[in-house]
T-cell receptor, first 119, second 115 residues
Framework: AQTVTQSQPEMSVQEAETVTLSCTYD???????LFWYKQPPSRQMILVIR??????QNATENRFSVNFQKAAKSFSLKISDSQLGDAAMYFCAYRSELGSGGSNYKLTFGKGTLLTVNP | KAGVTQTPRYLIKTRGQQVTLSCSPISGHRSVSWYQQTPGQGLQFLFE???????NKGNFPGRFSGRQFSNSRSEMNVSTLELGDSALYLCASSLGSGDREGEQYFGPGTRLTVT
């Protein structure tokens, strides 16, 4: 079974600064997806960024980028130019490659990192 | 396009009762997954339905069940409620087939409190 570990229960960052959230995972699979989800207080979970394991290039989405180290099974999220709206719980998640029947939609989540952005 | 909707948003039940939660996926999405979120256990996968069939199931007791209707709306049922069932229940919808990335869109959740 796959496991996802987020070792930082809480992090804080000053507005406009950069912060990195850590995530490690364990799997015996070679093809899979990794995700960072954001859950603002009392609001819906939204996808921040995704990484396909077979792609060596790190994914980027505007101010959000990842450092994907497949051999080390590490998947960190870097938030640049932090904004007050970035304050949220961030979850790292793992998903197996979808089978021919698409039967692997199960996401395995880490426990989350609560990010506070200070003005 | 409307997002994923979940009803009710809040629910208070008594131990021993049963509860039914509803999830309407994004139009055109045929897969619905359910997750339980608690402070202690985090987010845990309950089950996933596609075209009215359960395709995948997490490690939860049989008191947790679900179903999906022909219009892709899904319900989950918890019987004989226990205090530990108090949680935020999230559903997520996705296309379910022919979509390699399998992106899932989450609803706002139903907050269940068992007293």
């Amino acid at each position: 079974a796959q496991t996802v570990t987020q070792s930082q229960p809480e992090m804080s960052v000053q507005e406009a600064e950069t912060v990195t959230l850590s995530c490690t995972y364990d799997t015996s699979e070679s093809d899979y997806y990794l995700f960072w989800y954001k859950q603002p207080p009392s609001r819906q979970m939204i996808l921040v960024i995704r990484q396909e394991a077979y792609k060596q290039q790190n994914a980027t989405e505007n101010r959000f980028s990842v450092n994907f180290q497949k051999a080390a099974k590490s998947f960190s999220l870097k938030i640049s130019d932090s904004q007050l709206g970035d304050a949220a719980m961030y979850f790292c998640a793992y998903r197996s490659e979808l089978g021919s029947g698409g039967s692997n939609y199960k996401l395995t989540f880490g426990k989350g990192t609560l990010l506070t952005v200070n003005p | 396009k409307a997002g994923v909707t979940q009803t009710p948003r809040y629910l208070i039940k008594t131990r021993g009762q049963q509860v039914t939660l509803s999830c309407s996926p994004i139009s055109g999405h045929r897969s619905v997954s359910w997750y339980q979120q608690t402070p202690g256990q985090g987010l845990q996968f309950l089950f996933e339905y596609f075209s009215e069939t359960q395709r995948n199931k997490g490690n939860f007791p049989g008191r947790f069940s679900g179903r999906q209707f022909s219009n892709s709306r899904s319900e989950m049922n918890v019987s004989t409620l226990e205090l530990g069932d108090s949680a935020l229940y999230l559903c997520a919808s996705s296309l379910g087939s022919g979509d390699r990335e399998g992106e899932q869109y989450f609803g706002p959740g139903t907050r269940l409190t068992v007293t």
